[in-house]
């Protein structure tokens, strides 16, 4: 420590200890520097170690600007760092990141062709439900239940002797639900309870597998309830499932009656 280090702390009087504190408060708080700090006689004395002239400086003027000091004796030295093993270390820490992106790069690489050689599970199958298809190569190919296509469902035509096709030739009879059916005549709006009853209404009729059923279809709040009697358990499920396929149905609360159950 130079001669110009100030006085030892313990003659230091509670005053110059109280302004020596304010002192290296404003050192550290202000520019981050830590410097041993004794003050006599309102002189500040300042010893240690800073990083830069500019640093050096700067602890000159926040010392002299603390209320109470008269003049300071800046004792601070400039640390010299070694240019060498500083140039050392950015080389090492250069050199592993670029081991790193190439290890990245590599497992990349791999993944990519991990990738390739998986089957791509999101690509859009022609299928009946989630867990079943009506493509035979599909089924064979994906492991999933085969369902053939439904028979179309059929009404009397003019004569007694013709058929007319009223739909079916589609996987379900949602699938020739139009998305127009979603809004209605007014643009955006939704639909209302009348028009989804309709909704449902046309998709039992349009299934093969609900068309004869004689169900009373009643919509509260995008609610539909179905009501009546039907001959058989899977009657009844196989209504709900129909009714709950409508795009603006929120929920469907089967209530049917089965025949022989009652």
Known sequence: MSAKAG??????????????????????DEAGIYAAVRVGDGVAYL???????SQRDAATDLAAAVDGVTRV??????????????????EERESD????????????DSDQRRDSLQ????????????DMTSDAMVAAEEGLPYMPPTDPVVRPARSDQELSIASGFDETAMDEFPDALATTAF????PGDEDIRQQVLEALADDAVTIDLAIDVQVRDRVVY????????????????????????????EELDVAGLG
Not at 187 to 190: I, K, L, S, V, W
């Open 7 to 28: 006085p030892d702390p313990n003659e230091m009087t509670p005053h110059d200890r109280e302004l020596a504190g304010r002192v290296d408060r404003r050192l550290r």
């Open 226 to 253: 179905l009501r009546g009697q039907v001959p058989t358990m899977a009657d009844a499920d196989a209504a709900e499932e129909v009714a709950g396929r409508v795009p603006t149905v929120r929920e469907v609360r």
């Open 73 to 90: 004796e800046n004792d601070l030295e400039v640390e010299e760092f070694d240019l060498t093993e500083g140039n050392q270390q950015q």
């Open 119 to 130: 089957p791509d599970f999101n690509d859009v199958i022609s299928k009946t439900g989630e």
């Open 97 to 108: 990141t670029a081991s790193y992106l190439l290890l990245q790069d590599e497992r990349a």
């Open 47 to 53: 010893d240690g170690l800073v990083e830069s002239a």
């Open 187 to 190: 643009g955006d709006a939704p």
